[in-house]
Each structure stands twice: as C-alpha cells, then as structure tokens.
C-alpha cells in the first residue's frame, strides 16, 4: 500500500494520513508499528532488498560455474525489478536525504546490505576466474563494483525513465556485454553450458 502511493506520489507528498486510510486503519497504529513515516520507508527497503539477497543467494549456492552464474544473476535482477517495480522506484527516487546521511541504526545497517551484494558478485567472479569460464583483467572486487555500479545506474534509469528499453532486452544486453568483456578468450562470448564459441 505505502510502496504504490510511494510510487505514485513520492515519500514527500505523501502523507501518513493517506496511507492510513489506504490501509485501513488508524493513523495512530501506523505510528506503533513503523514508528514514523522513515519507519515505513526503511520496511519497504529491507523486505525488498532482503528479497533480493536472498535471491541471489540462493541463484550463487546453486554450484554452478561463474560464467553462468554471473548470467542468471543478471537476468534475475531485471526480473526482480519487474516484479518489485514499485518499491524499487521508492527507493532509487526517494530515499530520504536524512536516512541517507544517518551512520548508525537502521539506516546504516540497510546501506550495508548493498556491500553484501558487491560480496556476492565478487564470489561469482573469483569462481568463474578459477572455473575458467571468466577472465577477470581486473581485481575481482573492483570488477563487482562496478558489476554493482551499472547494474544500479541501469535501474534507477529506467526507473525514473530515462531510459526507455524493455525490461527484457536490457537484461539480455547488458548480460551480453559482460560475457563478452570477461569472455576467457577475446573475441568471443560464453555458449549456455559455459565454454567458449566464436
């Protein structure tokens, strides 16, 4: 409820008042149970960012090499961010400048959540460097982050609507563009089982 007028209407236009009577109860239980408007913007935050590690948790604990693994882990971000489209518009557009700066609490403990997914990329990336279905030509770690750094720049674009190209097919290039530029031999790109084609 509070993501969708979040969405619609962004966390600064908003009011409690409104999604309390959205949701149907009193504005004061809002207050016992979030807290404070911030309170319902970090819940929508962790379950969606929850949500997400989990998945990719679940997606690297498959076993599978790091080539494909780094593939499927593309797609489900874009997949997920279809199906959580509106919490993540919250997020990406409207997390408060306030929370933002807090370095202690709730706030920063769901700041950190974004270094678990450079942590997880950065397993994918060494498994695929050791599997030989990867080249990394730089530090694993750095090579994540700016794995983390695209991937967040490409979805807070589309999001806001800078960018206007389907879910689907930025998925599908921006997993080819990695194939290609972490490919084990230059100048081709990973077959679906992980060895090489040109």
Known sequence: MASRLFAEKGFGNTPTSEIAREAGVAEGTLYHHFGSKDGIFLTIFNDTVDGYLAGAENLIGQGENGGETLRRL????????????????????????????????????????????????????????????LRLRFPARDTAEMLRGVLYGTTRHKMLGIIEVPLPRLAEMLTEFFERTLSPVSGTDLSPNGGARR
Do not use: C, M, N, W
């Not at 199906?83 to 518009?89: D, M, N, R, V």
């Not at 306030?98 to 700041?111: E, F, K, L, Q």
């Open 74 to 133: 593309i797609r489900f971000h874009f997949d997920y961010l279809e199906t959580h489209a509106e919490q993540f518009l919250s997020i990406l557009r409207d997390l408060p400048a306030h929370i933002a700066r807090d370095r202690s609490g709730p706030a920063a403990a769901g700041r950190r959540k974004f270094g678990r997914l450079t942590e997880l990329l950065t397993e994918v990336l060494e498994r695929g460097a050791k599997d030989g279905t």
